[in-house]
């Protein structure tokens, strides 16, 4: 067992299975010593959690919702590498979008979720550069989107 994958099972996460793209495009590109991986939306065991960040969602369940997409993109990595996600050797950004509403300003406190997780993970190796930014709408009315850079041996 890989050590990150026997830091996921210390902390008591399961993968779920990479999910497949809904338009044309790839779930990820691994080019040279880059892995991109494609917008992961808050889909998770109970469905995709909809909403909108200070309408019908607090801070807390947008950091849930942001932990889920971080979540996918492990998962997306773990497909792209063959299960080996020991070849890691930096989570290099993540890109962040929040369904929000016009006045509310927490967008880096939601995406903060997916940073969290990323740091859990993969340690400082999940120390990341990032972007936060408000949406008016997501893909399938997810609460939270989170692409992903990684640097791969």
Do not use: W
């Amino acid at each position: 067992m890989s050590a990150i994958h026997a830091r996921l099972k210390k902390l008591g996460i399961t993968l779920p299975k990479a999910a497949a793209p809904v338009a044309n495009y790839l779930p990820y590109v691994l080019t040279g010593n880059l892995l991109v991986v494609s917008g992961q939306i808050a889909f998770g065991e109970k469905g995709l959690v909809r909403g909108c960040l200070g309408r019908t969602m607090d801070v807390a369940a947008g950091q849930q919702a942001a932990r889920l997409c971080a979540l996918n993109l492990i998962a997306q990595a773990n497909a792209a590498l063959d299960g080996d996600l020991d070849r890691i050797n930096r989570v290099v950004r993540l890109g962040g979008f929040v369904n929000a509403h016009a006045d509310f300003e927490d967008i880096p406190h939601v995406i903060n979720g997916a940073s969290d997780l990323m740091v859990e993970v993969f340690g400082d190796v999940g120390r990341h550069a990032r972007a936060a930014v408000a949406c008016p709408n997501l893909p399938l009315g997810s609460a939270v989107e989170v692409d992903a850079m990684f640097e791969v041996q």
